[in-house]
């Protein structure tokens, strides 16, 4: 009874105040007012008017931050990113009255809060954009690199790449300068993911290192080693070294794993990829129904499956439905869709070579027909593998058919006599270099 009572007259006491000013105190029992609300929007007009409390004492600041806390987490569920940014413009008066190390974490907490809020990348960038020009005025320079290490990773996903570029070049140079190895090792990474982007392996290899460098001087987060041990997968399975990708991914999955990060179906997900292009398929089961695997059971793992499963049975037509079936997980993942579309070409000129092996002429058609695939695209390909020279033939495009020749048998007498004059050279060079002694 007493404490429903307190309740009653705190309330009273609130809507008393309320009255009188716009705001509210700045005290706990407004905290526990917007916390017992009883609506989201409820809760951010309270809390709204608790931060316009004109208090700059201790206590009031402590509240506020809490205040803040709340407002962000609210906005964010609600899905009112606009607001999150004018909140973010609104605090810059209060920005002034606390350490900037909290500045920073109430800053980048917004950022990322605006970030959870789906199809705002365009919004982030012009958010961040907007605070790196107010931290470069009022010269903030510990918060204003992190806010642009940010805006060049929300650059790179919006693919604007050489303005990320421009931006990145600049921010390694100044950060090498004060020798901030966190920071450090997270735009060497940065680095690293948008010269690959560009197609720059060399200099994407070269950023990875110096990433690598500067984290071996420094403790790492494991969320951050985890990212470099992915992109370095990445990076030797754009060399086609499976079994070494294969060992960074799997680092990285531990590092997320551990985290319950959602990184870690990615790193999953290449790793059976890894398996399914050093012809190792069959593996690709036993990994998705280990305790790990079971845990990140999803479409991204059964794409994967339909995969290891068509390359295991060697057929074109179930790897072209796995595509279809799973275009969001395959095709629409840049890293998966490069090396699936070699492993599809690879498996096509198998098939097609067995095929055409115990003809000397068939019908396109035909082929077409056992492969099941368009006439059209077996033509285009058989004509591709001629002109690379995988088996000796021609297209009768007149009569729709293929011709196929025996392999030439290479005459071994041109080599031998070429080795034969090779050795007579250097007899008689020999015997140049003697008689010349013998003269001197």
């Given at each position: 009874m007493v404490l429903a009572f307190t309740n009653v007259f705190l309330q009273g006491f609130l809507k008393a105040g309320a009255m009188s000013s716009s705001h509210l105190p700045a005290t706990t029992e407004s905290i526990a007012l917007a916390t017992e609300a009883a609506?989201?929007?409820?809760?951010?007009?309270?809390?709204?008017?608790?931060?316009?409390?004109?208090?700059?004492?201790?206590?009031?600041?402590?509240?506020?931050?809490?205040?803040?806390?709340?407002?962000?987490?609210?906005l964010t569920e609600e899905n009112r990113g606009e607001d999150l940014r004018s909140l973010l413009t609104q605090l810059r008066p209060f920005f002034s009255l606390i350490p900037k190390a909290k500045t920073a974490k109430i800053v980048r907490g917004i950022i990322d809060s605006v970030a959870k809020i789906p199809g705002t990348s365009d919004l982030q960038i012009a958010l961040c954009k907007e605070m790196v020009l107010w931290t470069r005025a009022e010269k903030r320079t510990f918060l204003r690199q992190r806010v642009e290490a940010r805006l060049a990773a929300l650059l790179m996903e919006n693919k604007e790449y050489s303005e990320a570029l421009t931006l990145l070049s600049g921010l390694v140079k100044e950060v090498r300068r004060l020798d901030d190895k966190l920071l450090l090792v997270d735009i060497d990474l940065l680095e690293s993911k948008l010269h690959f982007s560009l197609r720059n392996l060399p200099k994407a290899k070269a950023a990875l290192t110096a990433a690598r460098t500067a984290a071996n001087a420094i403790y790492v987060p494991p969320a951050q080693q985890g990212a470099i041990d992915l992109q370095s997968g990445i990076l030797h399975a754009e060399e086609k070294d499976y079994k070494t990708a294969y060992s960074y991914f799997f680092e990285a999955f531990e590092s997320f794993n551990a985290l319950d990060d959602p990184k870690a179906v990615f790193s999953l997900k290449y790793m059976l990829l890894c398996k399914i292009m050093v012809n190792q398929a069959d593996d690709v089961g036993g990994i998705i129904s280990s305790k790990a695997g079971l845990q990140y059971l999803g479409p991204d793992l059964d794409a994967m499956k339909a995969v290891a499963d068509a390359h295991s049975k060697r057929s074109l037509r179930l790897f072209e439905i796995a595509l279809r079936d799973y275009k969001p997980q395959l095709e629409e993942d840049p890293i998966v869709h490069r090396h699936l579309q070699s492993l599809y070409d690879t498996l096509l000129e198998q098939n097609l070579c067995r095929l055409i092996e115990p003809f000397s002429r068939v019908e396109i058609a035909h082929i077409a027909e056992l492969i099941e695939l368009p006439i059209d695209h077996v033509e285009r390909k058989l004509s591709q593998m001629i002109l690379d020279k995988k088996f000796a033939g021609t297209l009768d495009q007149g009569a729709g058919c293929l011709v196929i020749f025996d392999d030439p048998k290479t005459d071994a007498?041109?080599?031998?006599?070429?080795?034969?004059?090779?050795?007579?050279?250097?007899?008689?060079?020999s015997l140049y270099v003697r008689s010349a002694k013998i003269m001197a």
């Open positions: 609506s989201p929007t409820e809760a951010i007009s309270i809390l709204y008017r608790v931060l316009d409390d004109p208090s700059s004492s201790p206590d009031a600041l402590r509240i506020k931050e809490q205040a803040i806390t709340l407002l962000t987490k609210h007498i041109y080599p031998a006599t070429l080795e034969t004059i090779s050795n007579i050279g250097k007899v008689v060079d």
